[in-house]
């Protein structure tokens, strides 16, 4: 028959540390591959995933010595097309840029124009990939985020326990993040600290931006002058909070938009930085400090610029 299914066999599982405080909807994406997650929220609605022999909610969380029950499911073959292969180019290319890892993290220098995980309209995202060259890893989550068009430093946690340890770090802001951003402009001196509120809103046209407004969430980037150019500023920021486009706003409140940056920029100095072969956002997440989950020790993982970001500077003028 060309309509094949592919069908989940009834799974019981012991939950261990790795899945400790893991949602019950968010363990079943992981172990169901390839199952709309409509059709997960379904089958925990009728009661057919059971946890210690109990219905139970999407947002139960996972405690260890619990035993889930998996039901069989059956989805057809064109809902698991849209699962990257290994082969696929862009995937094996992340093989390349991976920076740091060992049996609780992995670091990636993420390329732009790649989303971090898949859905908008986005089949797959970095997060997926991953999944894809690692088969055998049972645990592969993101610790944070970067926008789709931000290249450099991600963390992805290959153990439940390093995510919630991280997790903490970011809560209490103990994890130092440092980005490389282009601005239009002279970056003022006095600009080392950008304290705006941000609010998210949607505009009409279905679009989602962010806006300084008084009633948006409390936002803090410090910002650091790395090199002046004629018409442009390399500036190192780190952000304090973690809100979406937060570096990306905060720049364009003081003035000073980052480069080829299709929402908040501006279209002459753009079309300035078109000319030495811009055609990216320019914001990189160059460095990133954390503790280690494991062996508590500080650590720093670079990640160097992309050669284009890196030949774009070169043909600026410095000051």
């Known amino acids: 028959m060309t309509n094949s299914t592919v069908q989940h066999q009834v799974e019981l599982v012991d939950i261990n540390e790795d899945n400790l405080d893991q949602r019950i909807d968010n363990f079943l994406v992981t172990r169901l591959k390839g199952v709309p997650k409509s059709m997960i929220y379904r089958i925990i609605r009728k009661g057919e995933v059971r946890v210690n022999k109990k219905r139970i909610k999407p947002e139960y969380k996972l405690q260890i010595g619990d035993c889930v029950r998996i039901p069989p499911v059956r989805v057809s073959q064109n809902d ?20 740091f890892e060992d049996n609780h993290v992995l670091a990636l220098n993420k390329p732009a124009g790649i989303a971090v995980h898949g859905g908008s309209g986005v089949d797959y995202g970095v997060i997926e990939a991953l999944r894809a060259l690692y088969p055998d890893q049972k645990f592969l989550e993101l610790v944070h985020r970067l926008d789709k068009d931000t290249s ?47 609010l998210k809103l949607t505009l009409k046209s279905g679009e989602r931006i962010v806006r300084v407004n008084p009633e948006g969430k409390v936002s803090e980037t410090r910002f650091k002058i790395m090199q002046r150019y004629d018409g442009a500023t390399l500036v190192q920021a780190s952000p304090v909070t973690g809100r979406t ?10 003035g000073h938009p980052i480069a080829c940056d299709d929402k908040y920029s501006e279209q002459k100095f753009d079309d300035s930085m078109r000319v030495h072969g ?26 160097p610029l992309d050669p284009l970001l890196e030949t774009v500077l070169a043909k600026l003028k410095k000051k």
């Open 152 to 198: 450099g430093v991600l963390l992805v946690a290959k153990k439940r326990s390093a995510l919630k340890h991280m997790h903490d770090q970011l809560r209490t802001k103990k994890m130092q993040k440092d980005y490389l951003a282009l601005v239009r402009g002279d970056w003022q001196t006095s600009d080392k600290v950008v304290k705006a509120p941000l």
């Open 80 to 99: 698991t097309l849209n699962a990257p292969s290994p082969k696929l180019t862009r995937v094996a290319q992340l093989a390349e840029r991976i920076l």
């Open 245 to 254: 486009h937060q570096i990306r706003v905060h720049c364009q409140y003081t």
């Open 278 to 303: 811009l055609n990216r956002l320019f914001l990189h997440a160059a460095q990133l400090q954390f503790i280690h989950p494991d062996t508590e020790e500080v650590t720093v993982v670079k990640a």
